[in-house]
């Protein structure tokens, strides 16, 4: 526990003269949370690895350790002045304090299945969250925000005038304590204790949550989007979706007009470049791979 107390201090030693980071708002509860994951997780095996030790000892102990960098946070309003300590507060409940009882119950679950190397592999599935979020949150949905397991979230552009505090972030938060209810139910069915059916009964619900997650906030499809939207203009080569309430017909008419003649300049200079060959016709050079060819 020492080790995570240390870890938390130098945290809170790098976030105090860091620009953004040092006043209490997502941002720095993101970082706070991120780091919180490795030091908890980490710092829990150890400790259950003694059998006499409970679950809701450490979690307690390692929720405490979060007032560490807290405490160095609001002690940064006296250089770093903070007019909405109350809403960073709510994101240190909502980043941090859900991450530690998360990487609590993968800790608690990992040494009570017995598997082998329990904080390397603690390790590595939080990088692999850390990482495969976003990647599935932003490649493959047309938003700027994303939610994660291990820091929380990004709630959108960082030029953003005011953070967009979505009903899906709880939502999404939610579900991380169900996965950790789920990691703490297969802890103790692997020490003998309980049933499988609140186990099954957690699996269906994070199972149902993925399912609708575009309805609940935490994506947002395509599909979701052009029916919230409701307008919608289809060219020859575009279709655009757009807000009737703040697009009249005639602007859209105009933009979708717009845009195929930008499509036809474009299609005309490259035409031009190709040697007037169609560039979907089986007779266009093949494209320049910028590599200079030898003798040149």
């Known amino acids: 526990m020492r080790r995570a107390l240390l870890a938390y201090a130098g945290l809170g030693l790098l976030l105090a003269p860091a620009p953004l980071l040092n006043v209490l708002q997502a941002e720095s509860a993101a970082v706070v ?10 710092s829990a095996v150890g400790a259950f690895d003694r059998r006499s030790v409970s679950l ?3 979690l307690v102990r390692q929720e405490a350790a979060l007032l560490v960098p807290l405490g160095v946070l609001t002690v ?3 250089w770093a002045p903070n007019c909405t300590f109350g809403q960073g507060l709510l994101f240190y409940v909502l980043f941090p304090g859900i991450t530690v009882v998360f990487a609590v119950s993968l800790a608690y679950a990992t040494v009570g299945l017995g598997l082998t190397r329990p904080r390397l592999l603690l ?6 969250i850390i990482l495969a979020g976003p990647l599935y949150d932003l490649g493959l949905h047309p938003q700027f925000y994303t939610y994660n397991h291990v820091f929380g979230g990004v709630l959108g552009p960082i030029y953003d005038k005011q953070l967009a505090v979505r009903p899906g972030l709880f939502v999404f938060r939610g579900l991380t304590l169900l996965w950790a209810a789920t990691a703490v139910l297969s802890g103790r069915w692997a020490r003998g204790h309980g049933s499988g059916w609140p186990l099954l009964v957690c699996v269906l619900g994070i199972g149902g949550i993925y399912a609708f997650s575009s309805p ?5 499809s395509a599909e979701l989007l052009q029916e919230q939207l409701g307008g919608h203009t289809r060219t020859a080569h ?4 757009y807000d009737p309430e703040e697009v009249g017909e005639a602007t859209a008419a105009d933009l979708a007009a717009a845009h195929e003649a930008r499509y036809a300049w474009v299609r005309g ?5 190709s040697g007037g060959v169609a560039l979907d016709s089986p007779d266009a050079p093949a494209p320049r791979s910028g590599v200079a060819e030898p003798g040149a």
Not at 123 to 128: E, F, N, Q
Not at 216 to 220: D, K
Not at 238 to 241: G, I, K, R, W
């Open 123 to 128: 390790g590595g599935l939080g990088i692999l």
């Open 238 to 241: 575009f279709d655009l979706y």
């Open 33 to 42: 949370a991120l780091v919180s994951f490795f030091v908890a997780s980490l």
């Open 216 to 220: 609940l906030g935490i994506n947002t």
């Open 76 to 78: 940064a309003q006296l």
């Open 269 to 273: 200079r490259l035409d031009q470049e």
């Open 56 to 58: 809701w000892r450490v």
